[in-house]
């Protein structure tokens, strides 16, 4: 047993409670940094030698304490968890985003909407039916087909400007991807390194983790821990990020909205071309508007401008003009983009629905007015399309609500594991601290019992 | 294993709950600013259709109230332009049994008269020519200015002039020149004309007028009171579109209008939600260990 192994033990404690200080110190200065794991010192008792042997008897008590590892706390489950989670919100997030720019555009309720419009001309329709000699009624049923005709037009348009928008949307996205899948290689390296090299890299795996959260957030990517405590990200079972190399992606499909059919948007590996799959998140998200969603509505924009060509030039051409002749179409086109008044003079609109000289019927004025109560009319298609855009926004908003609670119990599951808490730090700190002065006492102790050795014993016969 | 609570959990906790507490409230605002409980469609999908089909249905409405309007314009014309003829008429009848009475004898006074019936005639035909609004209203859908030509022949045509004043509900407003003022030997005119024709030339035949003439008077007596009637019926359907317009416009409000107490209640609750989180949230974040340490 030796005499100094006391003052050593002390010394291990003195070190090893101070690293103690040391992290409870880093976790209360890191409280509120986002994505940060508090820290743990694992501190360990240092025992006899495990391997006995002749002449090496070992009767101390111990020999004193040890910093085993800093331990990063952070549940590899509820991670999974809250990046699935996440994957999901940020999907209806954007979804919910989506629905909501093209319900501004159709979904106007107020006096300026196109269901608003479309009354007036009916009403137009209906006044010239009652003074068809009266060109100010006939301009004026011009004008109202032209305002219908250019709403539907600039609706249509507007489509089409979200549809560009969001492409350009996915191209940097995708670059973003691109760019975290790459510092997620490089952490690998050096988290590979660090480990080998014994070193602490808690911090680094906090920021890999952060990214790897971002990944998932923008294309539902999943996560599984690799070798040499590296992280290794999937997209739907293709390596994203393998160790420390990485498969670029890139954005493929119709560039413009009129190029759609048969060209979907999607994303494929820039090395081989292959379709690259994309589970959730935002690109998801995206992908779905380009593809389905935005071309859908716009379909059925084309449908209630198809249902109005169609019902008014019909009728309209069954009637003759202020001079006797024959109707001529008054719309012209076949989609809302296209959709024009092909009339300039009011005398040729075919209020009249007898034939042969001029005359001041307006029967045929009335039937078109009459079209308002179509059940296949273009009023009867907007609605129609009015509670699909509806009811799709509402549903997109509800799921996002519901979504956030759980993303939220999640996150709240992932802090109760991963987050400071001032109060623990605190408790931890002034254990330490004890710690440390109990250390010294020790020390002290020692030192005082060595001084009674060293200079009070052996004075006999000085 | 106790659930670990951190500062952070409980900073974002609390924040979430100010925000859904503050977008409640900024929704209220929002409602009550607007006075609209619906502004757009995923407020209420089947509430938009519903306000999309009330809004159309008034503008309908307002356009039939319009249209009878129109309608009203055209048989009150006819109504005035028909009592006039019947009083002229009923002078004629006069004149005619006059000239019956003054017999063969004194042709200067059956002159007299046949210049009388003359005038009247041309002021009937005038009568005929009626216009409403430019258009003759005894001459159908004619783009002349007139239904009758100066000598009494009809120039206009018979097609109907209607107005929809309701639902699938047309009612004619013009009166057909031919059913007002008859055709062949009894149409209007032509008797006047024959009546002073006789009285000059022929008194034995103003008796076999008479005949023609009561005739005439009856048709166009008939067809006054036809035009009453549509009228008290366009009046009627009228006042059921503006009715109409009304009930439709309370539903409007129903569906899309804010319940302003309730609503201000509301808001004032979720105030008072809103003020106790904040409250609760000061109260929470605040306090730690460090607070109780020395």
């Known amino acids: 047993m030796s005499t100094f192994s006391g003052i050593s033990t002390a010394l291990s404690a003195l070190y090893a409670q101070r690293r103690a200080l ?30 006995p042997s002749m002449f090496a008897v070992y009767d101390d008590a111990g020999g004193g304490v040890d910093v085993n590892s800093v331990e990063r706390l952070r549940d590899t ?92 949307q996915v191209g940097t996205l995708v670059t973003e991807v691109n760019t975290t899948a790459s510092t997620i290689a490089d952490l690998n390296l050096a988290v590979q390194r660090a480990t080998s090299g014994g070193l602490p890299s808690n911090e680094l795996q906090d920021r890999r983790d952060g990214l790897a959260m971002k990944l998932a957030e923008l294309t539902g990517a999943t996560v599984r821990n690799g070798a040499d405590g590296s992280l290794d990200v999937y997209l739907g079972g293709s390596a994203l990020v393998r160790g420390a190399t990485t498969e670029a992606v890139t954005v493929t499909g119709a560039t413009e909205l009129t190029g759609l059919a048969g060209n979907p948007v999607g994303l494929s590996w820039a090395a081989d071309g292959r379709p690259a799959d994309v589970p959730g998140g935002t690109l998801s998200a995206a992908t ?140 931890n700190m002034l254990a330490a601290q004890r710690a440390y002065e109990g250390a010294a006492r020790v020390m002290t102790a020692v030192d005082s019992m060595l001084d009674t050795l060293i200079n009070r014993t052996g004075l006999v016969g000085r | 294993m106790y659930t670990r609570i951190t500062q952070r959990s409980i900073q974002s906790t609390s924040l979430a709950g100010l925000q859904l507490n503050l977008g409640k409230l900024g929704d209220l605002q929002q409602q009550l600013s607007s006075g609209k409980l619906i502004t757009k ?90 216009q409403y609004l430019d258009r003759p209203v005894f001459g159908g859908t004619t783009a002349g200015s007139a239904a009758y030509a100066a000598d009494g022949t009809f120039i206009g045509d018979t097609t109907p002039v209607t107005r929809t004043v309701g639902d699938n509900t047309k009612v004619r407003v013009d009166g057909a020149g031919p059913d007002v003022f008859g055709t062949g030997d009894t149409q209007l005119f032509t008797v006047l004309a024959d ?28 067809a006054l009171t036809d035009a009453g009637a549509r009228y008290s019926r366009v009046m009627q359907l009228r006042q059921s579109a503006d009715d109409r317009v009304m009930d439709l416009k ?37 306090p730690s260990l460090l607070d109780f340490l020395r």
């Open chain 2, 250 to 286: 309370s539903a409007l409000s129903g569906v899309q209008d804010i319940d302003l107490p309730k609503t201000i209640t509301e808001l004032q609750m979720q105030q008072v939600a809103y003020q106790a989180a904040l409250g609760a949230t000061a109260k929470v974040i605040q």
């Open chain 2, 41 to 130: 469609p995923s407020d209420s999908p089947s509430d938009s259709v519903s306000i999309l089909e009330l809004q159309s249905e008034i503008r309908a409405n307002q356009q039939y109230s319009r249209n009878a309007d129109d309608g009203i314009g055209w048989l009150n014309t006819i109504d005035n332009a028909l009592s006039g003829a019947m009083d002229n008429l009923h002078r004629v009848r006069d004149l005619t049994l006059q000239g019956m009475s003054t017999g063969a004898a004194d042709a200067q006074a059956r002159e007299a008269i046949a210049t009388e019936v003359d005038q009247i005639r041309q002021g009937l035909i005038q009568t005929g020519n009626a």
């Open chain 1, 22 to 51: 040391d992290v409870a110190g880093q976790n209360i200065a890191n409280i509120n940094t986002e994505g940060y794991s508090r820290q743990r010192a694992d501190l360990q008792s240092v025992g006899a030698p495990a391997v």
């Open chain 1, 288 to 427: 779905e508007n380009l593809n389905t969603t935005l071309p859908d509505f716009r379909t059925q924009l084309d449908t209630v401008a198809a249902a109005l060509v169609t019902k008014v030039n019909d009728v309209h051409t069954a009637g003759y003009d202020l001079a006797g002749t024959a109707g001529t179409p008054l719309f012209t086109g076949t989609t809302a983009a296209t959709i024009a008044v092909a009339i300039t003079d009011p005398a040729l609109i075919a209020a009249s629905g007898t034939t042969g000289t001029a005359n001041l019927d307006g029967s045929n004025a009335d039937k078109l007015a009459a079209l308002a109560k179509d059940p296949t009319g273009p009023d009867a298609a907007f609605r129609s399309l009015m509670v699909r855009v509806g009811s799709a926004a509402k549903t997109a908003t509800m799921r996002s609500s519901i979504q956030d609670t759980v993303t939220a119990a999640a996150d709240s599951a992932r802090d109760s594991v991963s987050g400071v808490n001032l109060d623990e730090e605190m408790t």
């Open chain 2, 195 to 222: 009546l002073s024709k006789h009285l000059r030339q022929d008194p034995t035949q103003v008796g076999n007028d008479l005949g023609h003439l009561d005739t005439a008077t009856s048709r166009v007596l008939g």
């Open chain 1, 77 to 168: 489950f509820l991670e999974q968890r809250g990046r699935s989670e996440h994957s999901q919100g940020s999907y209806l997030e954007q979804r919910k985003t989506d629905l909501a720019g093209i319900e501004r555009v159709v979904g106007n309720l107020g006096d300026t909407g196109l269901s608003h419009q479309l009354s007036d001309l009916w009403a137009s329709f209906s006044d010239v039916a009652n003074r068809p000699r009266d060109l100010a009624a006939r301009n004026q049923l011009l004008q109202q087909a032209g305002t219908v005709a250019s709403t539907l037009s600039e609706q249509s348009a507007v489509l089409g400007d979200q549809w560009a928008a969001q492409r350009q």
